[in-house]
């Protein structure tokens, strides 16, 4: 009950003598004292009675009265039977301290005025026990129909008064009735989620309004997963039975994300066979147009690639980050690992995307993981193979980065990478099939290392010291080894152009 139900009740001729303002005040529990200083007795929303036997003097009153505000008691009520009256006192050091006082007649005992509020709150915890019970019933009962998370929080909602959304820490919006949020208040509420000590937590939005984060699940250290709510108002200001609501609620999010989490990994593997058959060139165009197309995506449009490495121990912590930023873009993005490097592949990719994906990446670097994420640019079907190069080339670049969330696009990126993106992956392969293909059928006849040797020959920037030291070979052995590779291939490697020939072809193999 709140102070209003107590002065107003009928029978007891009590009387406010200071605290008009606070009638709205709730009275959480009751206490009897006469002890000049019951600090440590008191909690906050308390109803303090007593019959000033503690006053022997002014100053006494102060002194009480003092304690009381500390506690933030609700109000006090003072008897009558030992002054005939409450002294003006008292009611000078209740303004003062800005303490409601209440006035209880001589013929009214303190055990009436304990016993009205013990039955108001009986009366309001079996109302809420009974409104809770209906509510949790609602609520099984709409999960059971299989009503949608953003029918569940309409629903809540209408009970409480409390308008929620609910967000992921890179800003995706998994349900939001009311609308989403704009990217400003949500740059806000995810650093909000990912800072807090403790939630929730009350936030002012750059929009001016307030609104609440609340947690859904233990954090456990974990930043950059969880899903969260974001509600209306400050949480402070709602009521028991809000709170139990969003409380009931929140369990239902949870076991939302864990469903999300497992369709996520159930399509995984589907997901690791698409980006390995697309990198080796295994799998013809059809075949691979029907992979993509089982898992959602759609290869007649163009493509994007995302590549993640997280420092998290746990690569399907880095997956389902890729993947989450990823879904807010494209629908059914592609993501898988390959070479221990996250990888997302996504069609249907919104306007705007790459600057999307990396907004909802820095996003996360206010939290306690390091993130290092590469994007190619947008591609057709045929290109796929270099897309995935150029995304992993560039992430491999951001891993340089000292920076907690680093990200770098296919624009930032000055090298070869960029030119054979661009290129057909069937050309590519046949470029590389006609400069190389004679070293490869020597090498698979002999069981030799012409083309290791190449490489690294050509990643020693022509050194026979440094590429023999890396081979573990004498340098005779490596001076050997180039030179069958130039009699198979028809180039000179001294000279600049056909170096770079080679060394196209060496990066427009498939991996095998």
């Known amino acids: 009950m709140d102070l209003r139900d107590l002065v107003e009740a009928p029978g007891l001729g009590l009387t406010l003598l200071y605290g008009e303002q606070a009638l709205s005040r709730p009275i959480r529990s009751v206490f009897t004292t006469d002890l000049i200083d019951p600090g440590r007795y008191l909690t906050e929303g308390a109803l303090v009675l007593t019959g000033l036997m503690w006053r022997r003097d002014p100053d006494d009153s102060d002194r009480f009265v003092r304690v009381l505000a500390h506690a933030r008691v609700a109000a006090l009520a003072a008897g009558e039977a030992a002054f005939g009256s409450i002294p003006a006192d008292v009611v000078q050091a209740c303004r003062r301290h800005r303490v ?8 009214v005992s303190f055990a009436q005025v304990s016993e009205l509020v013990t039955t108001r709150d009986d009366a309001e915890r079996e109302r809420a026990l009974a409104t809770a019970l209906g509510r949790e019933r609602r609520l099984l009962a709409a999960i059971t ?72 699940e233990p954090r456990l250290g974990q930043s950059m997963t969880p899903w969260f709510l974001v509600c209306d108002g400050d949480h402070r200001t709602w009521d028991d039975d809000a709170h139990v609501s969003l409380r009931d609620l929140g369990a239902v999010i949870a076991a939302q994300r864990r469903r999300w989490d497992e369709d996520r990994r159930s399509t995984r593997r589907s997901a690791d066979d698409v980006i390995a058959l697309t990198v080796t060139g295994q799998a013809s165009r059809a075949e691979l147009a029907a992979r993509m197309g089982d898992l959602g995506a759609d290869p007649g449009r163009p493509c994007l690639v995302a590549a993640a490495i997280g420092a998290d121990e746990f690569l399907d912590t880095t997956c389902a980050v890729l993947h989450d930023a990823a879904s807010q873009i ?43 994420v590469g994007l190619s640019g947008e591609v057709s079907m045929d290109a796929l193979a270099g897309a995935i190069d150029e995304a992993v080339h560039a992430v491999r670049t951001a891993e340089l980065r000292d920076q907690k969330v680093a990200v770098v696009t296919s624009d930032e990126i000055r090298s070869h990478v960029l030119l054979l993106g661009a290129v057909p992956d069937g050309v590519r392969h046949a470029f590389a099939v006609r400069v ?77």
């Open 145 to 216: 129909e299989g009503r949608s998370l953003d029918e569940l929080l309409t629903m809540i909602g209408h009970d409480t008064g409390v308008t929620c959304r609910v967000l992921t820490p890179t800003g995706r919006s998994v349900a939001a009735p009311a609308g989403p949020l704009d990217t400003a208040d949500t740059d806000a509420v995810c650093r909000t989620f990912q800072l807090a000590e403790r939630l929730p937590s009350a936030v002012s939005l750059p929009t001016g309004r307030t609104v609440s984060v609340v947690d859904v």
């Open 330 to 372: 494209a629908d059914h993005p592609i993501t898988g690992v390959r070479d221990g490097t996250a990888i997302t592949i996504l069609t249907r990719v919104a306007a705007g995307g790459s600057a999307t994906l990396r907004r909802a990446f820095e996003r996360l670097a206010v939290g306690s993981g390091r993130l290092a």
């Open 100 to 107: 409601p006082l209440v006035a209880v007649p001589v013929d």
């Open 436 to 512: 190389l293909g004679g070293v490869l059928d020597y090498d698979a006849r002999h069981a030799s290392a012409l083309l290791p040797t190449l490489d690294a020959f050509l990643r020693a920037d022509g050194s026979w010291s440094r590429c023999a030291a890396e081979l573990h070979v004498h340098v005779n052995t490596a001076r050997y080894r180039i030179g069958r590779v130039e009699q198979l291939t028809g180039r000179n490697l001294s000279r600049l152009e056909d170096r770079v020939d080679l060394l196209l072809a060496l990066r427009s193999l498939p991996a095998r």
